[in-house]
């Protein structure tokens, strides 16, 4: 009866025990509570598996509770974090896959989060909070490797079009002209050096020409200056001239509208003088007596009677 209770009772006690440690191992009453984040991935996410790290700025917050292709964008992987509650993730928080050290084993890493920005939300298009990402180190690095492979495939295709067997040709053509033309200075050097010489002694002459035109052009500038006076005073003289003839021309209107009608008649009264003189001139020329005497009477002619006429 004893040893069936004490049994029991050892029973009862270990699978209290093993119970408790199974309690324990699974977080128990100290069992950290975590709140779901997603991330879109643009590359290819080999090297990351399920419950691979979730670090922010280097401390461990979270893992990677699902990997799975988006079934609307087959080139896009969608990533679920299991992140601790109360980890600051903010609206400018950024997700970038890196792998630790030579390894290779990936993990992701969360950057960003300023203390000023807002908590990360969920939005209407997604039931959970959208976490930003952005390429990782490898993609990076291939695609810089991709464009310059593909600047250095282009390069190289310009370098053999250079190269071409026409273009050497024209290269050897092109460095013995150049070696003939060498020879050629070189041969003429004394001639050269002798024309140099010349140069050099033009160019001297010529500064000195300059330096003694320098008066001759001051004084040119000064005749320039008393021209240029003589033309104000000529421009003056010729405004004051048509100022005069102004004045003679309304003179000269004033004197034909009042002058010219009596000079008309004084004229006229003058012809018919000179037509009177003229006739007198002439009955005198015929009959001197009569400047004395007077003019005689008309003789009466055939039928004319003054004595008739005059009788009662």
């Given at each position: ?78 990533l ?36 000023d920005?807002?908590?990360l ?29 593909a ?27 150049i ?56 421009a ?68 004319e ?8």
């Amino acid at each position: 009866m004893n040893y069936t209770i004490v049994g029991v009772f050892v029973l009862a006690l270990g699978a209290v025990l093993v119970a408790g440690i199974l309690w324990l191992a699974s977080g128990g009453a100290f069992q950290k509570q975590y709140d779901l984040y997603l991330a879109i991935e643009n590359e290819s996410v080999a090297g990351l598996n399920l419950n691979a790290p979730v670090k922010l700025n280097g401390v461990d917050v979270g893992k990677v509770k699902e990997i799975q292709l988006d079934h609307g964008n087959p080139e896009r992987v969608q990533l679920t974090f299991a992140i601790e509650r109360g980890t600051p993730i903010k609206e400018d928080t950024v997700a970038v896959m890196k792998t630790q050290g030579l390894t290779g084993i990936a993990y992701v890493e969360l950057s960003g989060g300023t203390r000023d920005a807002l908590p990360l939300r969920a939005s209407s298009e997604s039931e959970l909070p959208v976490i930003r990402t952005k390429p990782s180190l490898s993609a990076r690095i291939e695609n810089v490797l991709t464009t310059v492979l593909a600047k250095l495939d282009s390069t190289s295709s310009n370098i053999n079009a250079i190269l071409s067997n026409e273009n050497q040709a024209s290269f050897k053509n092109a460095l013995a002209d150049i070696a003939a033309v060498a020879h050629t200075f070189a041969s003429r050097k004394d001639k050269l050096d002798a024309g140099i010489v010349n140069a050099a002694r033009t160019l001297e002459n010529t500064s000195r020409a300059t330096e003694q035109a320098g008066p001759v052009i001051d004084r040119i500038g000064r005749s320039a200056e008393a021209i240029e006076k003589m033309g104000n005073e000529v421009a003056r003289a010729t405004t004051s001239a048509g100022k005069t003839v102004n004045s003679v021309g309304a003179d000269v209107q004033r004197f034909t509208a009042e002058t010219l009608p009596e000079l008309e008649r004084l004229l006229g009264e003058l012809s018919a003088l000179s037509n009177s003189l003229r006739r007198l001139t002439e009955q005198t020329e015929r009959n001197p007596s009569s400047f004395l005497f007077g003019r005689k009477p008309v003789p009466e002619g055939p039928g004319e009677s003054t004595t008739g006429q005059n009788r009662p």
